[in-house]
């Protein structure tokens, strides 16, 4: 599972026990003693931005090493750049969909790479994840927002002149009236645009078990505690889907 805020890590969500709970790096750093309490109740992997420029590479390397101390030893990258500060910093690397890892040669050179697990491109089809090489245990995104872009510039502050992104996440409209959210690239200003409807296989997870996978990832970030408690119930008891509020994404049709 995946959180973006800690109102999310709720006491349904702790009893879950996942495999991994991927939190943001910047909210194990703000808190050490929370991040004590969350490594005891579960294996925690920090996330790291999808983007880090030259001259944040320090503040980075910074972070990476007081939550080393702390007893995090994993981080998940989307970026191959990312790898040579992680282990510098004594953490080992799990994959995470900026990889777009996409065949089975991208698989082989993951495990070249050593990574502890991979999360597959959520463009690829149910077929083709069936398919492809599990040269590393194989994840894929199954419930949540999906990304849509980065952009380097605040989009808030772009709209309205005054970045607010820090006070939650906010959303774009575009002219047919569709609502897109608008969170932050880990805790940087850097605006992650998401789909506005929810990617949902939680009633159709027999499917997902043909796969081959390791793991399928729960992706939370516009929910709120209750909200996170209802998904996780449906998991138990999956609702039927709704096509006005959710998606199958690529998984089934592939890339037009």
């Not at 089809?125 to 994840?139: C, Y």
Request: hydrophobic share 40%.
């Amino acid at each position: 599972m995946q959180i973006t805020s800690l109102e999310q890590i709720t006491g349904k969500l702790l009893k879950t026990r996942p495999d991994v709970l991927y939190v943001p790096l910047h909210l194990l750093t703000q808190d050490p003693e929370l991040c004590r309490k969350l490594i005891a109740a579960a294996h925690i992997c920090a996330v790291l931005p999808r983007i880090v420029t030259d001259t944040e590479m320090d503040k980075l390397r910074s972070d990476l090493r007081a939550i080393r101390a702390l007893g995090v030893r994993e981080a998940l990258v989307g970026n191959l750049g990312l790898l040579i500060p992680v282990r510098e910093c004594g953490l080992r690397a799990r994959g995470d969909f900026g990889l777009n890892l996409y065949n089975s040669g991208a698989m082989l050179f993951a495990r070249d790479l050593e990574l502890r697990s991979a999360c597959l491109s959520f463009e690829m089809t149910l077929p083709q994840i069936r398919d492809i090489s599990k040269a590393v245990p194989s994840e894929i995104l199954a419930y949540g927002r999906l990304p849509l872009m980065v952009v380097e510039n605040c989009l808030i502050r772009g709209k309205t002149g005054q970045c607010t992104c820090h006070l939650g996440p906010t959303k774009l409209v575009d002219k047919t009236g569709a609502e897109f959210p608008v969170i932050k690239d880990g805790n940087t200003c850097r605006s992650v645009l998401l789909n506005g409807k929810k990617l949902n296989w939680l009633d159709r997870s027999y499917d997902l078990q043909q796969l081959g996978l390791w793991a399928i990832r729960l992706y939370f970030t516009t929910e709120n505690p209750n909200e996170v408690d209802q998904v996780l119930a449906s998991c138990e008891n999956p609702q039927p889907f709704d096509p006005g509020t959710s998606t199958r994404g690529l998984y089934l049709r592939g890339l037009d």
